[in-house]
């Protein structure tokens, strides 16, 4: 067997073990690897970048809103935890402490930060004194620890990298808008720069953040029908505001409690893209994130080399100059079948050939990594098709997860339902919900399915609950989820 085919045999089909097929990748792809330390990853640049990329657009996107950008200790007095004794039972599972610093046991052990709900809060309620402070609109780019029983690279690790915003208002009204609109936000982003679609709507009772007086979500499907959730606003009420005490003189000159929201989006966000687009070549980035939109590759006989190296040369210049993220791989002790290999299995979305032949007719060859469809275009307006393709690649990668939902998507009236459903079949399954804590417990139970969240477009507004029988409240997206 060629050194070309025994490349990709080195990725497990996703039919076979789609767990191992995604360790196969990122780690074959060079995306990250495992630290000594336990549910800890080392981003290497492939990946870091992929992250870069995120950062720099939503970065743009908060910023275009009046956000901006600050920085908040690692490290969160203990004391902090016990104001908000909600918050604290939803994190205190996972929370790291730090007893001992300097050879001394500390007074107070520092949590390491799971959220900076609490430490914000402290700080804002020094900084906002009247009606003219507000609104408060503050993101922060930061790691933060949790540490999970069980892990898997960049879904749920036990420190990852997010940004969380917090943001304080003088109304419920003005909170609530921040609420939606970051929730808007977050929708257009993963659609339109990582491709892939989402259900938005409301979190159940039991799946909110701790703390929260609501929260709202966008779930993506992954291609083994799992749920990944993919960003989370939250409205706090004033629950943060009453126990740090950010309290504000308003208009009338009354003492007033902020109404505050957090929102969230993090690294989970590049396992999606991944689970989402890949196939059995190994990745498939959209142009829009990935990191090389396109590879060059010189081909033909060694005496034509140096000439075709110069015009792939100058080729790269004019693309790098048009803002295209542009690479050349000209190394002469590999097989222009092996890069090929290569480049496919770490998604570049287009490759570039160029051999004597094409150089003669002022041609190149461009070939999509999700179509494998071949382009044959001029030279003269490579920069104008090399565009069209990549525009072409983004949508078309949108449109194929999406028609990948849709055939994944079902809905059921009963619980036996559900469950013969999910034994033979992957997916997110709708149905309807009366509201009772017991019997979404139930459904997990017996199914291994979460509420996702109450969409606020449903296919179908489902009559009765699943479990139960009586009149659905509301019609819930189930699935099982990373």
């Given amino acids: 067997m060629s050194k070309d085919k025994q490349f990709v045999t080195e990725i497990t089909p996703q039919s076979e073990d789609f767990s191992r097929w995604y360790i196969d990748v990122i780690k074959k792809a060079e995306l990250m690897d495992y630290s000594p330390v336990r549910g800890c990853i080392v981003f290497r640049p492939e990946g870091y970048e ?58 107070e052990r520092l949590a390491i930060r799971p959220t900076s709900e609490t430490m914000i809060g402290h700080m804002y309620a020094k900084w906002i004194q009247s009606y003219r402070d507000l609104p408060l609109l503050i993101n922060q780019w930061a790691n933060v620890v949790r540490w999970e029983k069980r892990t898997l690279p960049f879904l749920r690790t036990s420190e990852f990298l997010w940004q969380e915003g917090h943001t304080a208002h003088e109304t ?10 970051m929730l808007e936000i977050y929708q257009n982003f993963v659609e339109d720069f990582l491709a892939i679609p989402v259900i938005v709507g409301q979190k159940t009772p039991s799946e909110k953040f701790a703390g929260a007086v609501d929260t709202y979500s966008i779930e993506a499907m992954m291609k083994d029908g799992r749920a990944v959730q993919a960003g989370t606003s939250h409205y706090l009420g004033t629950n943060f505001a009453v126990a740090f005490d950010i309290k504000y003189l308003d208009r009338e000159n009354t003492l007033q409690f902020a109404h505050t929201t957090s929102w969230g989006v993090s690294t989970r966000l590049i396992g999606a893209l991944i689970m989402v687009h890949g196939d059995d070549r190994g990745l498939a980035l959209p142009p829009k994130v990935a990191p090389t939109q396109v590879i060059m590759i010189p081909i033909g ?34 097989s222009p079948g092996w890069k090929f290999n290569e480049y496919e299995m770490r998604g570049v979305p287009v490759r570039l050939e160029l051999g004597p032949r094409d150089m003669e007719n002022g041609q190149v060859v461009l070939v999509s990594r999700i179509t494998g469809e071949k382009r044959i275009v001029q030279q003269a307006n490579l920069l104008e098709e090399i565009q069209k393709l990549l525009d072409d690649t983004q949508q078309s990668m949108y449109e194929k997860a999406k028609l990948f939902r849709e055939d994944n998507f079902k809905s059921v009236d009963t619980l036996d339902e559900m469950k013969a459903l999910l034994e033979e079949k992957r997916g997110f399954v709708e149905a309807g919900w009366c509201g009772s804590a017991a019997c979404e417990k139930q459904v997990k139970e017996e199914t291994g399915a979460t509420s996702r969240n109450i969409p606020f477009a449903p296919t179908l507004h489902k009559e009765n609950c699943l479990v139960c029988g009586e009149k659905a409240v509301h019609t819930v997206v189930f699935a099982r989820a990373y």
């Fill in 50 to 107: 992929l992250w870069e990329n995120i950062q720099r657009e939503l970065d743009a996107r908060f910023k275009e809103t009046g956000h901006r950008n600050a920085y908040f200790p690692l490290f969160i007095p203990e004391s902090f935890f016990q104001k908000e004794k909600e918050h604290v039972e939803g994190f205190n599972p996972e929370l790291p402490w730090v007893t001992e610093a300097a050879g001394e046991v500390l007074e």
């Fill in 172 to 181: 419920e009204e003005e909170a609530r808008q921040e609420t939606m609109q």
């Fill in 301 to 334: 006989p060694a005496k034509t080399r140096d000439q075709v190296v110069g015009r792939v040369d100058e080729l790269y210049a004019e693309l790098k100059k048009a803002g295209i993220r542009v690479r050349v791989d000209d190394r002469s002790d590999v």
